[in-house]
């Protein structure tokens, strides 16, 4: 008899656990119907107007600076692609490097930048801080670096 009740509550665990209709939908997934993929297995390109970086420059060496000093440089860019560009999101590698992007579209043809500004407070050394955004583009995510050398300042 024991053994039957286990059964049974093995077989309505599984079904309970099977059960997808009851679930509600997870709301930090991301549904599959948002994915464009724009090439088939083949090769071939399924979509035809696709947005496109291109950069002056994807690394500012800033030289040396002192600690404590802050440096702002606007990466240049611009869409050659035949799509409106949209920049979601820019982040840069830690806290003392603070990206601003445009958040409107750019159309193609049209420029734009990214401006980061880094602040050497405490800092010491050879540093190389990456800054990544991700944009309607293929692929999705673009970095570029901001490097240089903070001499440390005795006060």
């Known amino acids: 008899m024991r053994k039957l009740i286990c059964l049974v509550g093995c077989i309505a665990l599984l079904s309970a ?5 009851g679930k509600e939908k ?4 991301i549904s599959p119907e948002l994915v464009n993929i724009s090439a088939t297995a083949s090769g071939e390109n399924v979509t035809e107007k696709k947005p496109a970086f291109e950069f002056q420059e994807n ?3 800033f030289g040396t600076i002192n600690s404590g000093a802050e440096v ?6 611009k869409n050659i692609g035949d799509a ?3 920049i979601s999101q820019v982040k840069g590698s830690c806290g003392c490097t603070s990206p601003e992007y445009p958040d409107k579209p750019i159309a193609p043809g049209d420029e734009g930048e ?5 602040r050497s407070e405490g800092m010491g050394g050879q540093i190389a801080k990456d800054i ?3 944009a309607n583009t293929t ?3 673009k970095v570029l670096t901001i490097s240089g050398e903070v001499l440390k300042v005795n006060k």
Not at 17 to 21: G, L, P, R
Not at 26 to 29: M, N, Q, R, S, Y
Not at 72 to 77: D, E, I, L, Q, T
């Open 26 to 29: 997870d709301p930090e997934k």
């Open 59 to 61: 690394n500012y060496d």
């Open 139 to 141: 692929p999705t995510t």
């Open 84 to 86: 409106d560009l949209v």
């Open 72 to 77: 702002v440089h606007a990466f240049k860019f």
């Open 132 to 134: 990544t955004i991700l």
């Open 17 to 21: 656990c099977n059960n997808e209709s």
């Open 114 to 118: 990214i401006k980061v500004t880094f």
